[in-house]
């Protein structure tokens, strides 16, 4: 890939103003060979640094930007009681002095665990509505609730639905596409695939923006695959490609295509619910810990990998195919209870 192809789509995703809370490109790792012989590349979002690292500080850079460029005095956010996201958005209001609120599933704990360790001690107000981790819609009602609470109050709240999943946040993704293209090129890598775990939409959403304004430069790009861990996605809400589409409004790049074909959601992994463990995902845990010294979630990154090996064992790959797995974190959430698979 020649260098001013990669800087002009860097160039457009500039178009908009950026928090820096990624310090600079994640490593990209080697891994092992996957059963079927093709080679795993590992792309480190768990180490983006911002209150304990996670894909979500992609999100927040530019989510915080705009709430800054609206005058917000308090970020509100929503999410399951161990959500990845709930706990970066708490340490990004640390950083940029704002008031957090988070709006979180389940009761009120009597010892707090985990992700909501940190949030506490980033500083954020925690706000437990009762409603079960699976029932986003109560969630974000409930966000919208203390949101115009705290307008009352002349806070000029930022109100962040579950994720971050807006087309501002899927920036974030669109950026994180071109650079593990640009890290792969200098590594003489062509990958085959990326695959990612996805639940709300908006990495998912950003990783097509990125690959579509790549191709529309003129460079080769990878499929883009997403393991579905919640039940919207796994039914097509949100709508991923009008999500990435409205992503690349944004930025001026209407005319960039993007095709419903462009997204594909692998539903085969979730399991029961969202947030319950299946035992696949319990067998990827352990087979990255013990691969490449990896640590995933059960929520998010375990489901994932699970997907990604299910499909290598059943030979989509070969022995000439480069696959990355992006690494979303979730680190924090394997200390609390139920958060690590047994020992076996």
Request: net charge negative.
């Amino acid at each position: 890939m020649d260098g001013s192809e990669g800087r002009s789509c860097i160039d457009l995703l500039d178009a908009l103003p950026r928090q820096r809370f990624v310090p600079g490109p994640t490593p990209v790792e080697h891994g092992p060979v996957l059963p079927g012989g093709a080679r795993l590349w590992v792309k480190r979002d768990d180490l983006t640094g911002l209150g304990g690292g996670g894909n979500k500080a992609r999100k927040l850079e530019y989510l915080c930007a705009d709430a800054i460029a609206h005058g917000a005095k308090a970020l509100v956010t929503v999410g399951a009681a161990q959500s990845n996201h709930c706990r970066m958005t708490a340490a990004a209001g640390a950083v940029l002095g704002l008031e957090v609120h988070l709006v979180l599933s389940g009761e009120s704990p009597e010892v707090t665990e985990g992700n909501q360790v940190l949030s506490e001690l980033f500083g954020a107000q925690m706000h437990f509505t009762g409603a079960d981790h699976s029932h986003w819609g109560e969630l974000e009602i409930a966000r919208e609730s203390v949101a115009d609470q705290l307008e009352a109050e002349g806070l000029s709240p930022y109100s962040i639905p579950i994720g971050g999943s807006t087309a501002v946040g899927a920036l974030g993704y669109a950026r994180a596409m071109v650079e593990l293209v640009e890290q792969c090129d200098a590594m003489g890598v062509q990958p085959k695939a990326v695959v990612h775990t996805t639940s709300s939409g908006g990495t998912h959403a950003g990783l097509v923006a990125g690959r579509a304004l790549l191709r529309a430069a003129g460079i080769g790009v990878p499929d883009v695959i997403g393991i579905g861990v919640a039940k919207g996605v796994n039914m097509g809400r949100p709508d991923v490609a009008a999500l990435a589409r409205d992503a690349l409004a944004l930025i001026g790049a209407s005319d960039v295509h993007v095709d419903e074909a462009d997204v594909v959601v692998d539903a085969r992994w979730m399991g029961i619910d969202y947030a319950v463990p299946t035992p696949e995902a319990d067998d990827a845990i352990r087979w990255a810990a013990r691969s490449g010294g990896w640590v995933l979630d059960r929520v998010y990154s375990g489901k994932g990998l699970s997907g990604l090996i299910g499909r290598a064992e059943s030979g989509e790959w070969g022995p000439r195919d480069h696959i990355v797995f992006i690494h979303t974190g979730g680190l924090p959430s394997v200390f609390a209870r139920g958060g690590a698979p047994s020992i076996a």
